[in-house]
């Protein structure tokens, strides 16, 4: 499975932990819809559950005349997936996580969505960097 598709299919997971209240494995079972488990899915999966309340916080940090529950559930998980790699995942560029958050904000979300993002990731990415 390509990267992308494993990020798309993560944010979906993610999508449904958060709605649902589902646990990792079931919700990525429920994305694979049949086919093989990916190790990047589950790692992105896994990863970002685990570490949830540290990137909720480092979000949470970075949003300018925002909270939390304002945000779109959609908006909140790609932010999330994308701080997830931002912080943990050494061996993806930090500009390549914030381009793969917004092309997947651009099948997901709305123009706005992506700009938004856009800024809360790099916000985070110099934070990360300094």
């Known amino acids: 499975m390509k990267r992308r598709t494993a990020r798309e299919k993560a944010l979906q997971a993610l999508f449904q932990i958060d709605i649902n209240e589902a646990v990792p494995g079931e919700a990525i079972a429920n994305v694979l819809n049949g086919q093989e488990n990916d190790a990047y899915l589950a790692m992105l999966v896994e990863g970002t559950v685990e570490h949830m309340q540290e990137i909720d916080d480092m979000i949470s940090r970075h949003l300018e005349k925002w909270s939390m529950d304002r ?22 560029p930090a500009n ?19 700009k938004f993002i856009n800024g809360v990731l790099n916000h985070i990415k110099n934070t990360i960097n300094s």
């Not at 390549?96 to 992506?114: G, P």
């Open 71 to 92: 945000l779109a559930k959609v908006d909140l998980n790609i932010m999330r997936l994308g701080t997830f790699e931002l912080m943990y995942e050494e061996d993806v």
């Open 96 to 114: 390549v996580a914030i381009n793969e958050a917004l092309e997947i904000s651009k099948r997901f979300a709305d123009e706005r969505s992506a």
